[in-house]
């Protein structure tokens, strides 16, 4: 019973590097989602993606791009990292509109 | 704007005394409402939903949700509190995107401290 899986679980970056979080699930769900969790902000959905090959953007976009080439694999890229990506990053499966979450990635930009 | 409001950043409460861990919602339609918990550096995990039906919904660890659709709120509650239910609460509605797709928009979180 993996659930929802994310790589990695910590990550530093240089301004300006790139990386791709990886979020897996099992569960044969068609909706997933990113996240990201900053201090009394709450979760703030970044993009989302409500089957395999489509993606819709959240309510904090700029900076991401995602990809969905296979059902249970949703991937989040930051191309030029910048010290206000520094946050941690959820990723989300639905099913029945009840989120199954990963253990989240606690990514820092210096 | 489909949003929920958690007015609260923290409540303390005793442990055995009842809480209440309030939120409010706006959204056009019939609401879908989510309680989520999250404890340290863990992803949130499931508690209740209301999708229709009885306006009190009972889910996991003990605690349950009322529905009020004249105030639009969805307060979580519990009878007795516990130690070990301090962590972090979020609230979450059922929205859709402007691409006509269904998308999970959550509070701001209230973080329950319960002292012994």
């Known amino acids: 019973n993996a659930g929802v899986t994310q790589t990695p679980k910590f990550r530093v970056l240089k301004t300006g590097q790139s990386m791709t979080l990886l979020c897996a699930q099992d569960?044969?769900?068609?909706?997933m989602y990113w996240y990201r969790q900053d201090p009394g902000m709450g979760l703030r959905l970044i993009h989302y993606?409500?089957?395999?090959?489509?993606?819709a953007k959240g309510e904090v976009p700029d900076g991401y791009n995602v990809s969905r080439l296979k059902k249970q694999n949703f991937l989040l890229g930051l191309e030029s990292a910048a010290p206000s990506q520094t946050s941690v990053y959820f990723c989300?499966?639905?099913?029945?509109?009840?989120?199954?979450f990963g253990q989240g990635t606690r990514l820092t930009v210096v | 704007a489909q949003s929920v409001a958690q007015p609260e950043d923290q409540v303390n409460v005793a442990e055995g005394n009842p809480l209440t861990v309030k939120c409010t919602y706006s959204?056009?339609?019939?609401?879908?409402l989510f309680w989520y918990v999250q404890y340290p550096n863990r992803g949130l995990q499931f508690l209740l939903k209301?999708?229709?039906?009885?306006?009190l919904v009972k889910g996991s660890y003990g605690f349950e949700a009322e529905f009020n659709k004249s105030q639009t709120s969805f307060h979580l509650k519990k009878p007795s509190a516990l130690v070990s239910d301090s962590a972090l609460y979020f609230c979450?509605?059922?929205?859709?995107?402007?691409?006509?797709?269904?998308?999970?928009?959550f509070g701001t979180g209230t973080r329950l401290l319960v002292s012994p």
């Open positions: 979450a509605v059922r929205a859709w995107g402007k691409t006509g797709f269904q998308k999970l928009v």
């Open positions: 989300a499966s639905t099913r029945d509109s009840e989120a199954f």
């Open positions: 569960m044969n769900h068609e909706y």
């Open positions: 959204v056009s339609g019939n609401p879908y």
């Open positions: 993606s409500v089957g395999e090959g489509t993606t």
């Open positions: 209301y999708i229709t039906g009885d306006n």
